[in-house]
């Protein structure tokens, strides 16, 4: 099946861009999704990226995907302390049936 | 708009007790989705509704598990017995067919 793999952690201090990295196996993934989760609560999607693109900016989230490495990665820009969080990737597979990443932990230091 | 709606928030049971765990989803979403996370990973399918038809319930663990839909709205999932590794949050999710997901805040669960 499908596997999805991120790093388990990642500091930055506030202002700095933060670059959260995924990996993925299923090449016929169409849709790449970027979750945020705070602690006690659900995800809530972010961003979402059509296997057909490279990139895709909104506000200050720019997602890059590489489909030949099947690397997804999702850069923070000017990142706030309200942006400490988990951060999951999530790719989609037949039947919009979702794998997701472990999760990234991202705090921000003021 | 109400988001999807999970209740308890938080259960403690002692290991071989039943429970249980209600979702409601955002109205008109067909589409209703139980998964399951342990501590520090991410979040697990077992089983999906298209309406009142569970499509997807390879992940299930059939023995102690078991999820009904009735009417195609709410969905109840049940443990019985609860075991000490059922430990997890159970999220609950729903989508206006292969649309966006959107996830309860889920239901914390305690075996001791």
């Known amino acids: 099946g499908e596997d999805v793999e991120q790093s388990l952690f990642l500091s930055v201090r506030e202002g700095d861009s933060s670059v959260i990295n995924c990996t993925y196996t299923?090449?016929?993934?169409?849709?790449l999704y970027w979750y945020k989760q705070e602690p006690g609560a659900g995800l809530q999607l972010l961003t979402y990226?059509?296997?057909?693109?490279d990139m895709k900016q909104d506000q200050r989230l720019t997602v890059l995907l590489n489909k030949k490495d099947k690397h997804l990665s999702l850069r923070i820009a000017d990142t706030q302390t309200g942006d400490s969080a988990i951060y999951f990737c999530?790719?989609?597979?037949?039947?919009?049936?979702?794998?997701f990443g472990g999760g990234t932990r991202l705090m921000v230091k003021p | 708009e109400a988001g999807v709606v999970q209740s308890p928030r938080y259960k403690i049971i002692e290991k071989k007790q039943p429970v249980a765990f209600w979702c409601n989803p955002i109205?008109?979403?067909?589409?209703l989705y139980w998964y399951l996370q342990n501590l520090g990973q991410g979040p697990e399918l077992l089983i999906r509704?298209?309406?009142?038809?569970?499509?997807?319930d390879s992940q299930l663990p059939k023995d102690r598990f078991s999820a009904e839909r009735l009417k195609g709205v709410d969905s109840t999932l049940k443990i019985q017995p609860a075991e000490l590794g059922d430990s997890a949050v159970y999220l609950c999710?729903?989508?206006?067919?292969?649309?966006?997901?959107?996830f309860g805040e889920g239901s914390r669960l305690t075996v001791l």
């Open positions: 999710a729903s989508s206006h067919y292969t649309g966006e997901l959107f």
């Open positions: 299923d090449s016929s993934s169409t849709y």
């Open positions: 990226i059509f296997s057909n693109m």
């Open positions: 999530a790719v989609n597979n037949a039947g919009n049936m979702l794998t």
């Open positions: 109205s008109g979403h067909n589409t």
């Open positions: 509704y298209e309406n009142e038809e569970a499509v997807d």
